[in-house]
């Protein structure tokens, strides 16, 4: 008999992206930086974290240009999809994106991709852009996906269980 390894080969990167109704500067958008310390300590302290992307200066807001829009940038990996989605939907997370429209205005394309990754590979912002694009252009595929339709690690059997009590799944 064949004993079936466990280990596991990829984490899940995530990205997400914003646009925010302010300047950086603006007392609206600085009620949204108070916020940010925590919600970084509460991932870094979540089950299943593993990584988020800072500024060298170790800053938490990242502003980059997307074509021609100003975005504020999030970028993390994590040891499953259930383990991300435990973070966004069931911890104090949600609570502080429940106020998300006061900072930032509506996307109507992909504001958000979700790919897998080889264990200790850190993603790039160009790589992260490349999966909204994608994402964008083509919809959930395994190269880029949402909570809504996930895609299993390279080389799992897209019959994985699922958390249908995840709202984003529905």
Known sequence: MVALSTARTFDLAQVNIALPRETHISSVFADFIAVLAPINALAESSAGFVWRFQEEAGGAVTLRKLGNDAIVFNMSTWESLDALADFVFKLAHS????????????????????????????????????????????GPMPFAFTFKQPFPPPGVEQSVARDDSCPARG
């Open 95 to 138: 609570e502080i994106m429940r106020e998300r429209r006061k900072w930032f205005l509506p996307m109507k394309e992909a504001y958000a991709a979700l790919w897998w990754v080889p264990l200790g590979h850190l993603p790039s912002i160009p790589e992260a852009e490349e999966r909204v694009a994608h994402l964008r252009r083509h």
